[in-house]
């Protein structure tokens, strides 16, 4: 079994910081990407930014110069650190592993974690 963990969402004021934590478990042989998403009411989810196990990462133009995306290999873990936050940064952040499992089938698969909400707000 895989799980994928969010942590560290919460409340911030305009122009404050928060960083979200991301990590898998389980049976992993290995991790292709992670990466974080985020949906607000009445919206789709949209991708923020992901890294790829060679360190390559991509970020939404919305958060390029304020959002940083980084990994531990060793912890399977994948951070957000996000500066200078803005009211339409407000969503659920989840986030998304793919990766190469063992068991109870070895394959290459795609799994969520269950969101952590970030509010901006004065």
């Known amino acids: 079994q895989v799980q994928v963990v969010e942590s560290g969402g919460g409340l911030v004021q305009p122009g404050g910081s928060l960083r979200l934590s991301c990590a898998a478990s389980?049976?992993?042989?290995?991790?292709?990407?992670m990466g974080w998403y985020r949906q607000a009411p009445g919206k789709q989810r949209e991708l923020v930014a992901d890294?790829?196990?060679?360190?390559?990462?991509n970020y939404a133009d919305s958060v390029k110069g304020r959002f940083t995306i980084s990994g531990d290999d060793a912890k399977n873990t994948v951070y957000l650190q996000m500066n200078s936050l803005k009211s339409e940064d407000t969503a659920v952040y989840y986030c998304?592993?793919?990766?190469?499992?063992?068991?109870?089938?070895?394959?290459?698969?795609?799994?969520w974690g269950q969101g952590t909400q970030v509010t901006v707000s004065s």
């Open positions: 389980g049976s992993i042989v290995s991790i292709n990407s």
């Open positions: 998304k592993a793919i990766l190469v499992r063992e068991a109870p089938a070895r394959g290459t698969f795609q799994y």
């Open positions: 890294i790829t196990s060679g360190g390559r990462t």
